[in-house]
């Protein structure tokens, strides 16, 4: 499992006072207003900065940092990354995962056959996808429901799912 998860990622300068622009990457936005501390990963670097305020434009957030007050200070953070540590991330209910947490993971079929490796989790309207590169090289798409994905163990890197008729027809 891993450790930190990104956020989001800075786009930009926002104003002269050192706010920045943040393009969420996230499902949930609104985070940024609890959050007290963020992981900055640029080039060379990887500080722990502190937020002042958050606000929302947009599809965008605007972060300021403490003791980070001039455009001049934040221009070099263009385009670096922002992470959090899995003690700062939102809780998650009974059968939720984080998709970190999921790519990579052995897909096993209900009759012992291993199907391929999970390499993406698409997120539709109706119910998310998991996209698993078969043994073979091609790609298969699986939906996230209660008679396709029957069990997902984060200890054994394991999904067990029931392929459905006509799931493998190519």
């Known amino acids: 499992m891993v450790s930190e998860f990104r956020v989001g990622v800075i786009t930009s300068t926002h104003g002269l006072r050192g706010e920045v622009k943040v393009f ?12 007290k501390q963020v992981i900055l990963v640029a ?3 990887k500080p722990v900065l502190e937020i002042e305020s958050v606000r929302f434009f947009k599809q965008f957030v605007i972060i300021k940092f403490k003791g980070i007050d001039d455009i001049n200070e934040v221009e070099r ?7 959090i540590t ?5 809780p998650l209910k009974e059968g939720e995962y984080f998709i970190a947490d999921l790519i990579g ?5 209900d009759e012992g056959a291993l ?45 067990l799912v029931h392929v459905l008729d006509g799931l493998l027809d190519l």
Not at 24 to 35: H, S
Not at 77 to 83: N, P, R
Not at 148 to 159: A, I, M, R, T
């Open 24 to 35: 969420p990457t996230t499902d949930d936005p609104a985070r940024f207003k609890v959050l």
């Open 43 to 45: 080039k060379r670097e």
């Open 77 to 83: 953070y263009k385009g670096a990354e922002l992470w």
């Open 86 to 90: 899995r003690e700062q991330a939102v």
């Open 105 to 109: 993971l052995s897909v096993v079929t």
């Open 115 to 159: 199907l391929g490796t999970l390499k993406d989790v698409l997120q539709t309207g109706a119910n998310d996808v998991y996209e698993v590169q078969m043994e073979n090289g091609k790609t298969v798409l699986l939906p996230v429901t209660d008679e396709c994905v029957l069990d997902v163990d984060l200890e054994k890197s394991e999904v």
